[in-house]
Nanobody, 116 residues
């Protein structure tokens, strides 16, 4: 079972950018990968998905982040990225990644705080 370590979060001002990384413990080239986020007091929310290169490699986004976030993958590094631009306070959350469908184990996530 693949395990993930998320990184790259931090404190950023509204309108700023961050790039999150999702490093896998094993090869992910056959998997679609999702990014999720969870704000305090809220349920986990799906953010973005990227399919495997052999399955179109296409990317999909929640409406709330479409046009601002970009998901990408580097299978040689077993890593998936989430480029987040034009960040807003409502993007504040812990961000997690997992396979699609999700495996049973979640990483610790990386915290993103958007505040002036």
């Amino acid at each position: 079972q693949v395990q993930f370590v998320e990184s790259g979060g931090g404190l950023v001002q509204p309108g700023g950018s961050l790039r999150l990384s999702c490093a896998a413990s094993a090869s992910i080239n056959v998997f679609a990968i999702d990014w999720y986020r969870q704000a305090p007091g809220n349920q986990r929310e799906w953010v973005a998905r990227i399919y495997s290169i052999d399955n179109t490699g296409s990317d999909w986004y929640a409406q709330s982040v479409k046009g601002r976030f970009t998901i990408s993958r580097d299978d040689a590094k077993n890593t998936v990225y989430l480029q987040m631009n034009s960040l807003q306070p409502e993007d504040t959350a812990f961000y997690y990644c997992n396979t699609y469908p999700p495996g049973p184990t979640w990483g610790q996530g990386t915290q993103v705080t958007v505040s002036s």
